[in-house]
Structures are given as C-alpha cells and as structure tokens.
C-alpha cells in the first residue's frame, strides 16, 4: 500500500514575522593595530624602484647532460649517473623525456634503478 505524504498547510502562528532592520546608531569600534612581537625584524621598505619587465624564458634552452646522453643511447644501452644531486634532477627529466614520447607516440622508453647514491638510466625500446 503506497503511503501519500501531503505538505500541511502553515498556520499564521507558524509564519515569520517580517521586521524591518533599522541602521544602528553606534560607531564601529576602531580596528587595532596588531602588536609586533620584540624580537621581529622586518624587511627594509623602499619607494621609487621601477618595476622591470616580465622575463621571458627563451625558447632556445640549454640541454641538460643527461638529456643529451639520453637523446644519443641505443636500444639496450644504459649510463651511471653518480652524483645523488645529478641523479635526483635526472630522474625528473628521465620522466619529461618518457611523457614527451608517450605524447608523440614515440618510440623510445626508458627504466631507471637507484645504484648506490647515483642512478643508473637504460633505454629499453
């Protein structure tokens, strides 16, 4: 058996009393200045120094030596890279390399493995 639900009609006594709001008459309290702590130093503030342009980057960039190398490996080669700073920047641009061919249906794949400190990077295809 289906149950009907019906809105019930509101009473007068449930209706909202409009009120009419009335601007106040009081100031509004002054806003403090926050309180600096004493140890707080604060940067040296200058008038009058131009804005200069927006830089561009260029379009001609310079490779990385990890990029390049990447870009001169055969299929089943790989390289050490020793340095763990070198490796870090390396593995971010082995991963820019492989999306860029993955979006140009590309041909090339690459793997790395952690080697020590360093990475080592293989091209697989």
Known sequence: ??????????????KRKKTSIKPSSRKPAPIAKPQLPADLTLYKIETGIKIPPIAKASSISKISAAVATMNALGKGQSFLIEDPADAFTAAKQMRDVTRRERQRNGTRAFVSRKV???LRIWRVS
């Open 1 to 14: 058996m289906k149950q009907s639900f019906r809105r019930r009609p509101i009473s007068n006594k449930n």
């Open 116 to 118: 020590g400190a360093g």
